[in-house]
Nanobody, 124 residues
Framework: QVQLLESGGGWVQAGGSLSLSCAASGRTFTSKTTGWFRQPPGRAREFVATIDWSGTYTNYTDSVKRRYTISRDNAKITVYLQMNSLKPEDTAIYYC?????????????????WGQGTQVTVSS
């Protein structure tokens, strides 16, 4: 069983930065691919970024490439999402998720553990 807890959300002006953390319980998390998803107001949950179990391979949705960086520290059982050059359209609830595989995956259905989410609000 894996439990995920996101933190680091908040309010920021456009162009600013925020850093999200996803702390996990259970050492099995270190062998799982982890992803970040977001759900903008009134819209469906969507893929943002993913990182394989080792931290070697990553994948991003096009809209966040060169602005967001996903990373992980398996010694701390934590995954991070550094978000720079934030835009109002990045406003959403951000969720951390873990998948029972070791390679990067981008579909919601690939993930079986989810956190409760953290709100990110970017004002113009």
């Amino acid at each position: 069983q894996v439990q995920l807890l996101e933190s680091g959300g908040g309010w920021v002006q456009a162009g600013g930065s925020l850093s999200l953390s996803c702390a996990a319980s259970g050492r099995t998390f270190t062998s799982k691919t982890t992803g970040w998803f977001r759900q903008p107001p009134g819209r469906a949950r969507e893929f943002v970024a993913t990182i394989d179990w080792s931290g070697t391979y990553t994948n991003y949705t096009d809209s966040v490439k060169r602005r967001y960086t996903i990373s992980r520290d398996n010694a701390k059982i934590t995954v991070y999402l550094q978000m720079n050059s934030l835009k109002p359209e990045d406003t959403a609830i951000y969720y951390c998720a873990a998948a029972p595989v070791r390679y990067t995956v981008i579909r919601l259905d690939d993930y079986d553990y989810w956190g409760q989410g953290t709100q990110v609000t970017v004002s113009s």
